[in-house]
């Protein structure tokens, strides 16, 4: 080889060299990002909300009169039948043991009383007497009238004189109960206690079971002194049950009548439950931050038999995922994809190893997924989380994870 053949192959791969140095200084690494195809499928907006089971009849149980309860004659969690199981026994208040200043005072009412009676006694005789006198009169004149010794005015006279006696003996008949019922009070007022339970049998009220279930609590477990109207115990079917979810009121108007949830977080499977009614008033709540909130109750029917719900009872926390919208066939993008372009969204998708800025347009969301109105196809792949490395029509690399 002569000395001008070296010199060009020696030429050559100087250039080679250089352009070599030259494609690595500007060649620019592809940026590892997570790719989501896209797909076509079913979609759902929620609401999630905490929830408390309720039995929808309760049953509270109160003394029907004022006296003693005795000790609860049933349990929580005893069945009951309505109308034969005995659920509580009140025994009638007796009478209050008398200090010395009111025994005295009461024995005094008795003796006022007694002498009213005798009174009475004697004015019920007197008008007896009078009564008897005046009918005397009355039939004479009659007579003498019938044979015509006497003018009709005098039988007048003494008919008049009879219907005066026949109502002052009534009066006095009247002043007689009166005086009666005043000494049996005053006698009542000096009973003693022990008296006045003495030899009855049939002292005590028998309180049944309203309805049919399970006792849910018993208020009044020992004896205990009570008024009428005291609450002794509750009882409701642990089959017929509903759920009360706490909603915040802009969130309870979205849901449509007759909305499905999914009933989580009790223990046991999920179950389905059906919206009933949005209590027609909110109220003022604070939240954990201290931030005031418009809540209201939303009432739930559960759908799934009591069969799937073993064990769940009254006053059970739930949490529910309440459908406020859903379709079957959408193209959902993950919103982690998603990102502001202007007044309107965009994403990044790769085609053929470069990021292509595509602005699309969306419709329903959630926390997880957006609806594709327009801009995309199923089967494009989309960047998650793109970074700031990531522009359009730089080259990317799916991100590979290694275990």
Same mark, same amino acid.
């Given at each position: ?28 690494? #592809? ?158 007022? *000096?009973?003693? #206690? ?30 205990? #002194? ?6 002794? *115990? ?21 849901? #449509? ?73 959408? *193209? ?72």
């Amino acid at each position: 080889m002569n000395l001008s053949m070296r010199l060009i192959v020696s030429l050559g791969l100087l250039a080679a060299v250089v352009g070599g140095l030259f494609y690595v200084s500007i060649r620019v690494e #592809p940026v590892a990002v997570d790719i989501h195809t896209l797909a076509r499928g079913p979609m759902q907006i929620t609401v999630n909300a905490d929830g408390k089971t309720e039995i929808r009849e309760v049953y509270e149980v109160a003394a029907p009169i004022s006296g003693t309860a005795q000790r609860a004659p049933v349990h929580v969690g005893d069945r009951v039948v309505g109308g034969e199981t005995v659920v509580a026994i009140v025994e009638p208040a007796a009478p209050a043991l008398l200090d010395t200043r009111t025994r005295i005072q009461a024995e005094a009412a008795l003796r006022e009383a007694e002498g009213a009676l005798h009174v009475a006694e004697s004015d019920v005789t007197k008008a007896g007497e009078d009564m008897t006198y005046a009918r005397t009169q009355f039939e004479r004149a009659e007579r003498l009238v019938n044979t015509g010794a006497a003018s009709l005015t005098r039988l007048e006279d003494a008919e008049q004189r009879l219907n005066i006696a026949l109502a002052a003996q009534a009066s006095a008949q009247s002043r007689l109960e009166m005086a009666q019922g005043s000494v049996d009070r005053a006698r009542a007022a *000096l009973i003693d #206690p022990a008296e006045a339970t003495a030899g009855d049998d049939t002292c005590c009220v028998q309180v049944l079971a309203p309805a049919d279930g399970v006792v849910l609590e018993v208020f009044l477990e020992s004896e205990l #002194p009570v008024i009428a109207g005291t609450k002794l *115990l509750s009882i409701g079917d642990a089959g017929d049950l509903q759920i009360i979810a706490d909603l915040l009121s802009s969130d309870a108007v979205r849901l #449509p009548e007759g909305a499905l949830a999914e009933v989580d977080r009790w223990g046991g499977p999920v179950l389905e439950a059906r919206l009933r009614a949005v209590e027609p008033a909110a109220r003022t709540k604070l939240s954990a931050l201290g931030i005031e909130e418009q809540r209201v109750d939303a009432v739930f029917d559960l759908v799934s038999a009591p069969e799937a719900r073993p064990g769940l009872g009254h006053g059970f926390a739930v949490f529910l995922r309440i459908v406020e919208w859903q379709a079957e066939d959408v *193209l959902p993008v993950p919103l982690s994809a998603v990102f502001r372009q202007g007044q309107g969204w965009a994403v990044y998708v790769d085609e053929g190893g470069f990021a292509s800025l595509r602005q699309v347009e969306l419709g329903k969301r959630n926390g997880r997924v957006a609806e594709v109105l327009d801009g995309l196809t199923a089967g494009e792949r989309v960047i998650e989380y793109p970074s700031d490395q990531v522009s359009d029509g730089s080259p990317v690399i799916e991100r590979t994870i290694t275990e």
